[in-house]
């Protein structure tokens, strides 16, 4: 505690130098803790659910890799199959649909973000209703589920005002009316980070929207089930293969021999599942890889920076070194001092860096939302996040401030007094000297592959793409089962003909001929 009291007096008898290096130690480690923030919530943070470690996805591995969607055929022959398994529930994709909401003061089109879900879907997470029920297998009976949704908390609030009367309201989903049961807790978003679906409904229901999806030939299902206590996950995964293999050869009897020959290799794996499954975690695990080098290498500049200011400043506190050693002071008790003032630097640096990662994970989420689903993470810092934070302090306290505290604790009491302040400059040259190469070096490393990327970017904005590029907007329609379907070969129509009307570059025959709309297929 003494040496903490004299550290926090020598700092601020030295404002200048302690912003400076604050201010640089939390850029270091703000862009670490920034990366740490997104992979946690990515990849490391478990489902606030019941129990997650008990809970593992089926997939399957094939010749072409890993692929992780179902059938609803195949789910129901693994549901019968899995005996080693308490339930397994299937999840749909998270996408789009509009939602006509009545009750609110009239009628309003959203467009939101549903998951269907079967009926065992909140029982299996262990899932608790905050307003109402949630969905059971009663509600998911084939070919008569019932007509009822389950909101998310967030989208309670936003939609519906945290009304608590939001139970037996009737909204209507792509032309079918259903009935909101319940709402989910704050903070569960599912199993999939980032999706964040507004409703959750039940499978059943999807043959009222699209006829064809839980028939064969239309695997959009992820597999995720508990695993029951005292049994191990290899046992469970050889059980549910055997149903699997059953499944796939009856399957193949009825296709041809080339189908055969990539159907019958596939194998079934079970994997565990306590942080979800996302499709981000593949897309994203490499890039998040990369970044992370590259923000450790500017840490490590960082440290570089600060040790040299660290050694400039111990030129100006020699005497006061050599006075203390003459009282009696043993040189392990000086670097410990040393040490002491390093390590607080680095953990008011880790406080700001704090701030400064909240900033950096949000500008990183923002990058990664740039698809047509968007994206939405809680990038509140948790415990691991704080202790990354803390021990990423303490590390580059001891990296930065190790250096100078050995070199400024050795000092011959007899030639210090005697030495003039540029003799003792010149015994501390080597180690700046060596710490400005490696700032040196590590900076031009970043440099250049930042160059390469900035160069690989006009390369991509300057490619060829065949026509003009300019005021050009991708948009798509969605047209709900009821619509007039003159009235959307008007549309389409429509949008042909802008399009005919705009110059083109002449290079592309589809572009160049200007064919009609019955020629482009617009009738279909």
């Not at 130690?25 to 008990?54: D, Q, W």
């Not at 190790?402 to 070199?407: E, G, M, T, V, Y």
Request: aromatic letters at 8%; hydrophobic letters at 45%.
């Amino acid at each position: 505690m003494n040496d903490l009291r004299f550290a926090f007096r020598q700092l601020f008898k030295n404002p200048g130098f302690t912003a400076v290096a604050v201010l640089t130690l939390a850029l270091g480690i703000g862009a670490n803790t920034a990366i740490f923030t997104v992979i946690n919530t990515l990849m490391l943070r478990s489902l606030p659910v019941r129990k997650p470690h008990e809970l593992v996805q089926v997939s399957i591995a094939g010749v072409s890799g890993r692929d992780h969607t179902f059938t609803y055929p195949g789910y129901e022959r693994l549901r019968d199959g899995a005996k080693s398994l308490s339930e397994l529930f299937a999840a749909g994709n998270v996408g789009e649909g509009s939602m006509v909401a009545s009750g609110m003061g009239g009628t309003e089109t959203e467009i939101i973000r549903p998951q269907p879900v079967t009926g065992n879907f909140f029982s299996v997470l262990g899932v608790q209703p905050f307003v109402g029920r949630l969905l059971s297998d009663a509600d998911d009976r084939p070919k008569s589920a019932e007509r009822v949704v389950v909101i998310s908390y967030g989208f309670w609030q936003r939609r519906f005002g945290s009304d608590p009367s939001v139970v037996g309201k009737t909204v209507t989903f792509f032309d079918v009316p259903v009935a909101i049961v319940g709402v989910t807790p704050p903070g569960f978003f599912g199993v999939q980070p980032g999706e964040n679906p507004d409703l959750w409904l039940p499978i059943n229901l999807i043959p009222l929207i699209r006829p064809q999806a839980l028939g064969e030939g239309h695997d959009w299902l992820a597999l995720i089930g508990r695993v029951r206590r005292g049994t191990d996950i290899r046992e469970a995964q050889a059980e549910l293969a055997v149903s699997f293999q059953q499944y796939q050869a009856e399957l193949a009897a009825a296709m041809s021999a080339e189908e055969r020959q990539r159907l019958l290799p596939e194998r079934l794996e079970l994997q565990p599942a306590a942080t979800g499954w996302t499709r981000l975690r593949d897309q994203f695990r490499q890039p998040l890889m990369i970044l992370t080098v590259v923000v450790g290498l500017v840490l490590l500049i960082a440290c570089a920076n600060v040790a040299s200011l660290m050694l400039a400043r111990a030129m100006a506190r020699t005497r006061e070194f050599s006075i203390r050693t003459a009282l009696g002071a043993h040189r392990l008790r000086l670097i410990r001092q040393l040490l002491t003032e390093s390590v607080l630097l680095a953990g008011l640096g880790g406080l700001l860096g704090l701030l400064v990662a909240q900033w950096g994970a949000r500008l990183l989420v923002s990058f990664v939302g740039v698809q047509p689903d968007p994206v939405s993470f809680d990038l509140a810092p948790d415990a691991r996040v704080l202790c990354f934070t803390m021990g990423l302090s303490l590390a580059t306290g001891f990296v930065f401030g190790l250096a100078p505290a050995l070199r400024s604790s050795r000092s011959d009491l007899t030639t210090t007094f005697k030495e003039t302040g540029a003799s003792i400059s010149a015994n501390r040259q080597f180690l700046q000297q060596s710490l400005v190469v490696i700032q040196v070096a590590m900076s031009l490393v970043l440099l250049v592959g930042a160059g390469l990327f900035v160069r690989t970017l006009q390369q991509l904005k300057g490619m060829d793409m065949g026509f003009s590029r300019e005021n050009v907007v991708l948009f798509q329609v969605g047209f709900s089962q009821r619509v007039d379907r003159h009235a959307a070969f008007r549309l389409t129509r429509s949008c042909l003909d802008v399009w005919k009307s705009r110059p083109v570059c002449g290079r592309h025959p589809c572009l160049s001929s200007r064919r009609s709309p019955e020629t482009l297929g617009g009738n279909k």
